[in-house]
């Protein structure tokens, strides 16, 4: 069975600072997906950012990209320009490439943003 | 609608109540999944369903879990005789189905915040 691991339940950043969210998993396969996940108050899921675990290139979106090892079954997410609206809880999450599509997620890490 | 929706948003039961918690996936959806979060902890897969077709329960904790999906639209997840360790947020996703990394993107719902006293 697959796991993943957050092993910073909080974070904070200064509002325009950069800041690195740690994720690492534990597979035996080798084709899979990683997905960072952010969940506000409100509770709803917002997909942040995937990597596809055959693609060495890491992915990017806005202010959001990821520093993903497959080696050593690493995946963090670096978020620039820290703003306000991005203080939320952030899941790591995994999902295998063949057969069930279900997700497996971290414990999270709650970040907040200081002005 | 726009996305997928839940209710109700909160649900509170006395211990031993049934309860029912539904799912409006966004239309033309084939896939459903139910995951359960306890306070504090990400989400634990529970079920997922294709069309009407329920192909992973592995994740239901107990037999007193129940979920369907009669015509491939609406989902409804039953909890008899419910317990205080069932007290949790239930969300529901929905994803396109078929091949690729695109298709599979799972649009989540707001979930169903369950307090059993």
């Known amino acids: 069975a697959q796991t993943v691991t957050q092993s910073q339940p909080e974070m904070s950043v200064q509002e325009a600072e950069t800041v690195t969210l740690s994720c690492t998993y534990d597979t035996s396969e080798s084709d899979y997906y990683l997905f960072w996940y952010k969940q506000p108050p409100s509770r709803q899921m917002i997909l942040v950012i995937r990597q596809e675990a055959y693609k060495q290139q890491n992915a990017t979106e806005n202010r959001f990209s990821v520093n993903f090892q497959k080696a050593a079954k690493s995946f963090s997410l670096k978020i620039s320009d820290s703003q306000l609206g991005d203080a939320a809880m952030y899941f790591c999450a995994y999902r295998s490439a063949g057969g069930g599509n279900k997700l497996t997620f971290g414990t999270g890490t709650q970040l907040k943003v200081e002005l | 609608g726009a996305g997928v929706s839940q209710s109700p948003r909160y649900k509170v039961a006395k211990r031993g109540q049934d309860v029912a918690l539904r799912c409006d996936p966004i239309?033309?959806?084939?896939?459903l999944f139910w995951y359960q979060q306890a306070l504090g902890q990400g989400p634990e897969f529970l079920t997922y369903f294709q069309n009407e077709a329920q192909l992973d329960k592995s994740g239901l904790p107990s037999d007193r879990f129940f979920a369907e999906r009669p015509e491939g639209s609406v989902s409804t997840l039953k909890i008899q005789r419910t317990q205080q360790e069932d007290s949790a947020v239930y969300l529901c996703?929905?994803?396109?189905?078929?091949?690729?990394?695109?298709?599979?993107?799972?649009?989540f719902g707001p979930g169903t915040r369950l307090t059993v006293t």
């Open positions: 239309s033309g959806h084939v896939s």
């Open positions: 996703a929905s994803s396109l189905g078929g091949t690729g990394l695109f298709f599979y993107e799972q649009y």
